[in-house]
């Protein structure tokens, strides 16, 4: 068959690479310059360094086969994270079950409460119940309403600003599982993973594959509508061709194929409209020191205009970066006027905001700002979504949908996205 998969991160890839190997003929349209989407890398010092900062964990069992498939393996690494939170204008360290025993801003009841819940997690198998309880309300019956207000409330603000308060218990269930479920040998260690030369690595080499096997690319090239034609073929559309396909893949955010694909009946295109997705503001410094010796902390403090200070060079070391890699983050609706405010105040008011928690910061220590911004960064899961969730097969014939979104019980990752386009293969191969 000719496919045509509209979007190149890691579930178009991953669809494209598994129908190529099946001998089908793949067309990649991507409106970006560079295959990757949310995982691409740009040049930083003499390496490459991911636009969004990724780390993958060990139970990310498909993008560790694909990449052990691939001759890859030995580039991905494993680290120790250390972790704080932001509280009381201090930082606390919070990487090991001691930290939560030692973490003060709550009290000693509460802490052990918090711990059993985020340990008993992993043993729990069916989610169902999380469905139609709000995860403010489960952590509160779980561990207390201190333990949501200093810790899990400002994580789930993180994540998901505005939305926060209305995200289902499953989200936050399938977190505490995932952090309790990568640890190594001691099991009481977490480990985190990268891929040397940053994601985008693996990315190049699905592309290749696809070339290889007479795949096409058309990069810089956003399509703009797909129609069907009488003949059951389906029709993409770009600025400066159409061309024919026996079937589509849209491997982007649902509302996305809404927009493109007007032929759609309404309510099918409503039900996509419906799937949020929260935007992300990511600010990458490249600095002449480190601020912290953590990897990643959580802002749980008021009045802060990013959520997370990824401190990435302290996880994996300086490489070839000549610099100390630090990314400052904010989940936002993209209707808030800040995310379409210009680079430059975004930037000025993250720095602001880095001086009140690190006051030795000063702007003389950044060799490089660059701001990164994503549209479709994370979908909201809000109360009942295991049942809004659209089907990889669309209402139309020979048209599929599969994205961030469709992700569920899991929260979106690159295993999954991985997962996902095999998924999405199969389903098109199978008819
Ligand atoms: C800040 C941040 C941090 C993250 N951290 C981690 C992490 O630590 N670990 C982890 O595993 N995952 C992480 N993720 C998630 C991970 O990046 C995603 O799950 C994954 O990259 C999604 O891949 P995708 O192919 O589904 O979507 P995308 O990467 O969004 O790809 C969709 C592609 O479609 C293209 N497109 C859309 N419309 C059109 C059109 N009309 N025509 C042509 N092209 C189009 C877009 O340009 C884009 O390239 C993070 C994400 C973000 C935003």
Redo the contacts with the bound molecule.
């Keep these: 068959m000719k496919i045509a998969i509209?979007?190149?991160?890691?579930?178009?890839l991953a669809a494209g690479y598994k129908l190529s190997k099946e001998d089908h003929e793949v067309t990649v349209?991507?409106?970006?310059p560079h295959t990757g989407?949310?995982?691409s890398s740009f040049p930083v010092g003499n390496d490459n360094l991911d636009s969004?900062?990724?780390?993958?964990f060990i139970t990310d069992s498909y993008l560790l086969d694909l990449a052990r498939e691939l001759n890859l393996e030995d580039k991905i690494n494993w680290y120790e994270p250390k972790n704080a939170i932001f509280l009381d204008n201090r930082l606390y360290p919070f990487t090991t079950p001691m930290d939560l025993l030692l973490f003060k801003p709550i009290g000693l009841l509460s802490r052990i409460r918090m711990g059993l819940l985020v340990l008993g997690s992993k043993y729990i198998k069916d989610y169902k119940p999380f469905e139609n309880i709000t995860a403010k309300e489960w952590i509160i019956k779980r561990s207390g309403r201190d333990a949501y207000d200093k810790v899990w409330g400002p994580l789930l603000k993180s994540k998901f600003d505005l939305d926060s308060d209305m995200v289902s218990g499953t989200w936050i269930w399938n977190k505490f599982k995932l952090r309790g479920s990568s640890r190594g040998k001691s099991k009481v260690k977490e480990l985190l993973g990268y891929m040397d030369g940053g994601f985008a690595v693996l990315a190049d080499t699905l592309a290749e594959k696809i070339r290889n096997k007479n795949g096409a690319f058309c990069l810089n090239?956003?399509?703009k509508e797909i129609r069907k034609t009488t003949e059951g073929k389906w029709e993409v559309i770009t600025d400066n061709e159409s061309k024919l396909f026996d079937r589509i893949l849209f491997?982007?955010a649902p509302e996305?194929l809404a927009k493109?694909c007007p032929e759609l009946p309404q309510d099918y295109k409503k039900s996509l409209e419906t799937i949020k997705y929260k935007a992300?503001l990511?600010l990458t410094l490249e600095l002449t020191k480190s601020l912290s010796p953590y990897y990643w902390i959580t802002i749980s403090q008021k009045g802060l205009p990013f959520v997370l200070i990824i401190e990435h060079t302290n996880l994996v070391g300086l490489r070839n970066y000549g610099s100390r890699i630090v990314y400052l983050?904010r989940y936002i609706d993209a209707s808030d006027p800040f995310y379409s405010a210009s680079d430059e105040a975004i930037a000025n008011s993250f720095l602001k905001g880095l001086k009140k928690i690190f006051p030795s910061f000063k702007e003389d220590m950044i060799i490089k700002a660059t701001l990164n911004r994503?549209r479709?960064?994370?979908p909201v899961s809000t109360l009942g979504y295991g049942e809004r969730i659209p089907d990889i097969k669309t209402c139309e014939s020979g048209l599929y949908l599969a994205?961030?979104a469709q992700i569920y019980p899991e929260d979106?990752?690159?295993?999954?996205?991985i997962k996902l386009g095999y998924k999405a293969a199969d389903i098109i191969i199978g008819g």
């Design positions: 509209i979007g190149s991160g890691f579930t178009g349209f991507e409106k970006d989407g949310l995982a969004f900062y990724h780390h993958i090239t956003t399509v491997a982007a996305l493109i992300n990511c983050s994503a479709f960064a994370q994205s961030m979106r990752g690159l295993n999954y996205a």
